[in-house]
């Protein structure tokens, strides 16, 4: 059988806590009334140490569970939140996964479309290597909107090229349109709507309608030969008027995930895309559509591959591990919105040495140990003298990645005293399976989850924030692994 273009793998994050909505119109339904209609269900919120590199990271890990990252020649991340205006973010995310340094990497921006853009360009040159392609989304809004009610957190990830795929693909198109439904200027926060219903009904219904039955005649793909159609717009009835537009089954439709996730911007084409592969069969025809100054519509079919996929960290698993928030004012802090008195004790400078970084890339961010070939003691950080008990062997180290590795608590402390984003900070010593200690900060941790012997997994986050220099720092922790 001759090898197919198309869907090796996929891995979704969604960040853990949920903020209710009703929590939302509580605090602002006296300025606001109008919301009330909004506030049922909840949406994914970031914690104060994930953005849209971490979370990316985190779906990437996912989705490599079961490959070989040797093997992947190409990696781009989408995202309109990206931290930096002028630094590689998918670099970043190429030293947390500790891929080759052979990997050409690059960030795609600018549209609500990037991420499903850029999945059309990967698979069109999958015959010339395995590519992951990641989106991560983390949005502001102002307080009392309607985006700050629909809007979530989260990142996706989809491993393409040629070899035993799980969706053959069957073909792609675009078109590029300055329909502006929206904007945000590069010094802005916060996105500019228009009109809802002119927004609908031209730009959702209209175009997206027009797109799509041009590519599916163009793809030769009937409308009742569409088992999965992925319209990733969470305004009520959007979905079921294309479909209608066009011809499919509304059955056909994968649900938007309005009420439990929220829309997740740029990521959201591959979250939803990534829930239709966990339900769908072999088989099955699945059209992915992404909208944003234009229209991609990228067909697939899945092959008797998909079922053979191991069990991974999909939407269903990113979903069950929720833990629901109705703390609004810690939201508005953890996104800048609220100026909260931080205190003397975080007046410190956060100043990260670009050589320093640079020296100790693979420690700081792919937490890249050492392993001593003559007494096979692990140590972090690496150095040239072995930490043996009893052979200080020098010279000897080879590197040893951690971070796939699970660990166990030895000792922790929950501390109120020094400044912290989320009070109390938690932290202490952890022993990693097979040899190797360290210390280290802990995310996700609540009072009841954290003990001595708990099973904890390596986390990337961020560290700290160099707000005089304006620089994000980046390092590893670790969460409960439940």
């Given at each position: 059988?001759?090898?197919?273009s ?5 891995g ?12 939302i119109?509580?605090?602002?339904g006296?300025f606001a ?5 909004l506030?049922r ?5 970031a ?6 590199v ?22 781009s991340?989408?995202?309109t939140?990206?931290p ?13 996964l500790?891929l ?9 921006t600018?549209?609500?479309r990037?991420a499903?853009s850029?999945l059309a360009?990967a698979?069109?040159?999958?015959g010339?290597g395995?590519?992951?392609a990641?989106?991560g ?8 909107s309607?985006?700050e009610?629909?809007?979530g957190d ?7 090229g040629r ?5 053959r ?5 675009s078109?590029?349109?300055d329909?502006v439904?929206?904007?945000r200027?590069t010094r802005?926060?916060f ?15 209209c175009?997206?309608?027009?797109a ?6 163009a793809?030769?793909?009937a409308?009742d030969?569409?088992?999965?159609l992925i319209?990733?717009v969470?305004a009520?009835?959007?979905g ?7 011809g ?8 938007p995930?309005?009420q439990?996730?929220g ?9 939803m895309?990534?829930?239709a ?12 559509i992404?909208?944003?100054q234009?229209v ?25 591990r929720r833990?629901?928030?109705d703390n609004?004012?810690?939201?508005l802090?953890h996104r800048?919105?609220?100026d909260?008195d ?6 410190f400078?956060?100043k990260?040495?670009?050589?320093t970084?640079?020296?100790?890339r693979k420690a700081v961010?792919?937490l890249?140990?050492?392993r001593?070939?003559q007494?096979g003691v692990?140590?972090?950080p690496?150095s040239?003298?072995?930490?043996g008990?009893?052979?200080?062997a020098v010279?000897?180290?080879q590197?040893?990645p951690?971070?796939e ?6 000792t922790y402390?929950?501390d ?5 984003p989320?009070?109390p ?7 990693f399976e097979g ?5 280290t ?9 954290i003990?001595?012997?708990c ?10 924030f ?14 409960p692994?439940?």
């Amino acid at each position: 059988m001759t090898e197919a273009s198309g869907i090796l793998s996929y891995g979704v994050y969604l960040p853990r806590k949920r903020l209710q909505r009703a929590a939302i119109h509580a605090a602002n339904g006296w300025f606001a009334p109008g919301l009330e209609g909004l506030a049922r269900g909840e949406r994914t919120i970031a914690d104060w140490d994930e953005d849209s590199v971490t979370m990316a990271v985190e779906a990437a890990r996912a989705a490599l569970e079961d490959h070989d990252r040797q093997s992947i020649t190409g990696l781009s991340l989408a995202s309109t939140t990206l931290p930096f205006a002028d630094r590689l973010n998918a670099g970043i995310v190429k030293e947390a996964l500790n891929l080759p340094d052979d990997v050409a990497a690059y960030d795609l921006t600018g549209s609500q479309r990037a991420a499903t853009s850029g999945l059309a360009q990967a698979l069109q040159a999958a015959g010339r290597g395995v590519h992951l392609a990641l989106a991560g989304e983390l949005r502001k809004a102002r307080p009392a909107s309607e985006a700050e009610m629909t809007q979530g957190d989260g990142a996706a990830a989809l491993l393409v090229g040629r070899g035993k795929v799980i969706a053959r693909h069957l073909g792609s198109r675009s078109v590029t349109i300055d329909f502006v439904d929206h904007y945000r200027m590069t010094r802005s926060d916060f996105d500019y709507h228009w009109e809802a219903r002119w927004i609908r009904d031209e730009g959702y219904l209209c175009m997206i309608g027009e797109a799509l039955r041009d590519a599916l005649g163009a793809m030769d793909i009937a409308v009742d030969t569409v088992d999965h159609l992925i319209v990733p717009v969470t305004a009520r009835g959007v979905g079921e008027g294309i479909a209608k537009r066009v011809g499919i089954r509304s059955q056909a439709l994968i649900d938007p995930l309005l009420q439990q996730v929220g829309d997740t911007g740029a990521a959201h084409p591959l979250l939803m895309l990534s829930a239709a592969l966990e339900r769908a069969k072999p088989g099955q025809v699945i059209v992915l559509i992404g909208f944003g100054q234009g229209v991609d519509i990228v067909a697939f079919e899945t092959t008797a591959a998909l079922a053979d996929l191991p069990g991974r960290r999909g939407v269903a698993s990113a979903l069950d591990r929720r833990m629901p928030d109705d703390n609004y004012p810690r939201y508005l802090f953890h996104r800048g919105l609220l100026d909260l008195d931080r205190g003397m004790r975080a007046e410190f400078d956060q100043k990260q040495p670009g050589t320093t970084l640079w020296r100790h890339r693979k420690a700081v961010l792919g937490l890249v140990g050492g392993r001593c070939t003559q007494t096979g003691v692990v140590q972090f950080p690496k150095s040239d003298v072995s930490v043996g008990r009893n052979d200080h062997a020098v010279g000897t180290q080879q590197d040893y990645p951690l971070a796939e590795l699970p660990a166990r608590i030895v000792t922790y402390t929950a501390d109120r005293l020094t400044y912290s984003p989320a009070p109390p900070s938690y932290y202490g010593v952890i022993d990693f399976e097979g040899g190797g200690r360290m210390m280290t900060e802990f995310a996700d941790a609540t009072e009841d989850q954290i003990e001595v012997g708990c099973a904890m997994r390596m986390v990337f986050r961020i560290k700290a924030f160099d707000e005089q220099r304006d620089f994000v720092k980046y390092f590893w922790k670790a969460a409960p692994a439940n």
